[in-house]
């Protein structure tokens, strides 16, 4: 009896470890933090086993946007009805759209021993660490309030009203960084890659 105990914990322990890892990453608008995600799921070493989950949205698909590919565009109706059939890991509106983590998909990516690097909200990444206690945070900050505000102003798509709301947003969201395991400045893309790749190596005990 001793002896199938201890076995099934060995594999317990065996199946927790091959068992994929989420990293949550989330910053305000204007900390680079969609460039930052891209850059790494291109990364040839880091692709073998961190991937991303093709997130759910119901904004309007831009130029280039495949659906299934960079998102899934869903109406209005369709995201709130699959809300309540239990269908996301995580949702939340963000300013006038919905976006969400489908769970099954990542479920299958996590189980397979795949690591997820999810660019989401504060919100959201509040749900995912309450849910994954093993889930690794990492916030992107700007190199001070005055750099975000310049990098959005050069987006040229805001409205004067449009942009006053995403800086009272980005001054909320700034104060959740506490919450992160990892906070990386983002004063060059390039080197943020880099510590955020060293970071995602450390976590998943690899060199």
């Known amino acids: 009896m001793k002896k199938c105990a201890s076995k099934r914990k060995t594999l317990n322990k065996d199946m927790q470890r091959?068992?994929?890892?989420?990293f949550v990453m989330s910053g305000p608008s204007g900390s680079g933090k969609?460039?930052?995600?891209?850059?790494?799921?291109?990364?040839?070493?880091l692709s073998h086993f961190l991937v991303k989950t093709v997130s759910a949205t119901t904004r309007k698909k831009r130029v280039g946007e495949?659906?299934?590919?960079?998102?899934?565009?869903?109406?209005?109706?369709?995201?709130?009805?699959?809300?309540?059939?239990?269908?996301?890991?995580?949702?939340?509106?963000?300013?006038?759209?919905?976006?969400?983590?489908p769970k099954a998909q990542a479920e299958k990516l996590l189980k397979s021993g795949k690591s997820i690097l999810l660019c989401i909200d504060v919100k959201g990444a509040k749900v995912v660490f309450k849910n994954f206690k093993s889930a690794v945070g990492i916030f992107i900050k700007a190199p001070s309030f005055k750099a975000l505000k310049?990098?959005?102003?050069?987006?040229?798509?805001?409205?004067?009203?449009?942009?006053?709301?995403?800086?009272?947003?980005a001054r909320?969201?700034?104060?959740?960084?506490?919450?992160?395991?990892?906070?990386?400045?983002n004063d060059n893309v390039q080197r943020a890659v880099?510590?955020?790749?060293?970071?995602?190596?450390?976590?998943?005990?690899?060199?």
Request: hydrophobic share 35%; proline share 0%.
């Open 18 to 22: 091959h068992l994929g890892r989420i």
């Open 34 to 45: 969609t460039t930052l995600h891209r850059k790494l799921l291109l990364d040839k070493k």
């Open 66 to 101: 495949e659906h299934g590919k960079h998102y899934l565009f869903l109406t209005e109706k369709d995201f709130l009805q699959r809300i309540k059939k239990g269908y996301f890991l995580e949702w939340q509106k963000v300013f006038t759209d919905y976006y969400g983590t």
């Open 150 to 169: 310049q990098r959005l102003v050069r987006r040229g798509t805001e409205t004067k009203k449009a942009m006053e709301r995403r800086l009272a947003t």
């Open 172 to 185: 909320r969201e700034m104060k959740e960084a506490r919450r992160y395991s990892h906070v990386v400045v």
């Open 194 to 207: 880099q510590e955020i790749k060293r970071i995602v190596n450390q976590e998943l005990g690899m060199r």
